[in-house]
């Protein structure tokens, strides 16, 4: 029996980024998947591992690298947390009103904001990858990010060369993307879609 579980949504991108990281390492784990509804989105996940219970998503994915693949850890030594996670946020800003039934439209002000945040990444993937030539968790939790963006139809990542080819070159080193990442960004896009209109301002 594994001595590792985590307790996550699938809808929910820190979620997905905890998992994606389990499979990058090829640690056997037990998953505890919550009821695909947008009720969970906001969840965080929860990894236990031993006797150790960790409810924060870049916490947990610290500490499995730093147990299995320390080289991952550049992440937090170079101050990439505030990044990367204002990214998540400004997306979240945008989607979560939306598929919690607040409102069907994503204000212009939002956007732009979100698309701001989006060409500051983009640069920093000019490299290959968030840290320049190698992959960091940076780039994992980057991933779900981006992906649930991609199905999420309300900004255009062609204007964002440099990402749209790192999420390539990402979802191939993933083990397991579609299954875990991808199935759930899939499903919280066509909760968003069928609430979404586009408004012009």
Known sequence: MSNIE???SPLSPPSQAVHMVLDLLGLDYKYVEATMSTEYLSMSPVLIYNNLVIRESRVAMTYLVSKHMPSMLTYPQHGLYPKIS????KMMDCVYPVVSGKTSAVPWERKEILKRAMKMINQMTAGGYVLGSRMTIADVDLLATFTTLDFCDFVN???Y???KDWAERMKMKIPHYERYCCRGAVALGEFFNDKY???NV
């Open 197 to 199: 209109k586009t408004i």
């Open 157 to 159: 990542l062609e204007e």
């Open 6 to 8: 985590l307790h996550a």
């Open 161 to 163: 060369a440099n990402l």
């Open 86 to 89: 204002e990214c998540y946020q």
